[in-house]
């Protein structure tokens, strides 16, 4: 603006400068001068339109180069804001990202973590079943092993005990012959009415079909059983007691009068068990004649009586080095069998030999198989057999 007011200011200079020159000037001359100087103004015109345009057109290239500048900084400013938000929104969001990220890894982490615990427990489940698997084989071969141990065993002490029957028997025939001819003689008087002996021949072979008996038992209670139902073919009386501690519990009785407790209510201190305690207390057999010196302690036991001249025996069940049960006989009853006294000794001395076998047999079957849950009854069922022996295996209380 200020250029174009101090061209305006020339003009009017130069303007008055040609008027007073067209004063000075003819008529011709201020034709020719008016010419030139329309000539002139027209150029100067023309200039000054020129210059005028260019001026302008300079101070709109201004305006708009400043308009421009103003525009491009507020596009910058607006990209720069922009440009910060994108930023931080895409701050935002790689952060977002890298959680995302993480916490997809550390998922991927935990699942890889569970899959091999998993895959691990699955190799120990698998390594601890074929373990099993191959100590189950093992134990069961070695049952096998046991199982076949015994049944050899079983057959050589049953061939043993008949090869040795005769020799005891022949011997025990001898005694019991002399044992019959000493009783003949006491009782002259009633010497016509005493029997007869069974043969030899008749004993050994009863004895032998015992032994063959008890050895082919499979359960515990079904050997004293056996024992009690044998020596009752043997001697007059016979009875089966079982060793609880220090008392003794009766377990089957034989030929005994109806004014003796049953077995099952028989249970009696070693003290007053007599003989039958003294069996128990030393391991060894002991026998007793009603008669005789009683100062001992090795008299009759508590649960029967006997009359004068009586002979009573007790012989003691050994299983595994322990005395577990005790076989009684006396004569008082009937007239026992020839040699009852030694066949009551050897039922009594194989039935120990059985029944370790069958409780060998059963720990073996314990190692193999697991043991079943025991039921307790709340109501007492009597003696049991302290050979660890469930129910099942046939122990149970005593016969009625």
């Known amino acids: ?22 004063r000075d000037l003819s008529e011709p001359e201020i034709r020719a001068f008016v010419s030139d100087m329309l000539t002139s103004a027209a150029k100067e015109r023309a200039g000054v339109l020129d210059e005028t345009r260019r001026l302008a057109e300079d101070e709109q290239g201004r305006a708009v180069r400043d308009e421009s500048a103003r525009v491009r900084d507020e596009v910058e ?17 790689l952060a977002t990202a890298s959680a995302a990220a993480e916490e997809r890894r550390v998922a991927e982490l935990r699942d890889a973590q569970k899959l091999a615990h998993r895959q691990l427990s699955e190799k ?17 071969a070695v049952g096998q092993e046991a199982g076949r141990t015994l049944a050899i065993r079983l057959e050589r002490q049953r061939e043993e005990a008949e090869r040795t029957l005769v020799a005891e028997l022949e011997g025990a025939a001898v005694a019991a012959a002399a044992e019959t001819e000493l009783a003949v003689t006491e ?12 043969p030899t021949d008749d004993v050994v072979i009863r004895v032998r079909d015992g032994i063959r008996r008890l050895g082919r038992v499979s359960r515990l209670t079904d050997a004293l059983d056996a024992l009690g139902e044998l020596a009752g073919h043997e001697a007059s009386r016979a009875a089966v007691l079982i060793v609880e501690g220090d008392r003794v519990r009766g377990w089957r009785f034989t030929a005994f009068e109806p004014a003796v407790a049953p077995a099952h209510e028989v249970d009696l201190k070693l ?3 007599g003989l039958v305690g003294h069996a128990v207390v030393t391991g060894a057999t002991h026998s007793w004649v009603s008669d005789a010196d009683t100062a001992s302690g090795d008299g009759a036991p508590a649960f029967t009586a006997l ?10 069940v050994v299983v595994g080095g322990q005395v577990m049960a005790v076989l009684y006989g006396d004569d008082a009853g009937r007239e ?17 030999q059985c029944m370790e076998s069958l409780t060998a047999a059963r720990t073996a079957q314990l190692v193999s198989h697991e043991m079943p849950a025991v039921v307790v009854d709340d109501h007492d069922p009597g003696p049991t057999l302290p050979f660890g022996e469930g129910d099942d295996d046939g122990v149970g209380t005593v016969p009625s």
């Open 1 to 22: 603006m200020r250029d174009v007011m101090g061209l305006e200011d020339t003009v009017q200079q130069q303007g008055e400068q040609l008027l007073q020159r067209i």
């Open 77 to 93: 400013q607006a990209w720069a804001a922009k440009f910060r938000e994108a930023s931080a929104a895409a701050e935002e969001r």
């Open 124 to 140: 120990v489940t698998n390594v601890r079943a074929e373990g099993q698997r191959v100590l189950e084989a093992a134990v069961e």
């Open 187 to 198: 009782a002259t008087a009633v010497a016509a009415a005493v029997p007869l002996p069974p």
């Open 271 to 273: 003290a007053e068990a």
């Open 307 to 316: 009359p004068v001249g009586a002979r009573a025996l007790a012989v003691p």
């Open 336 to 352: 026992p069998a020839a040699a009852w006294r030694a066949s009551l000794e050897i039922l009594a001395s194989h039935a120990g």
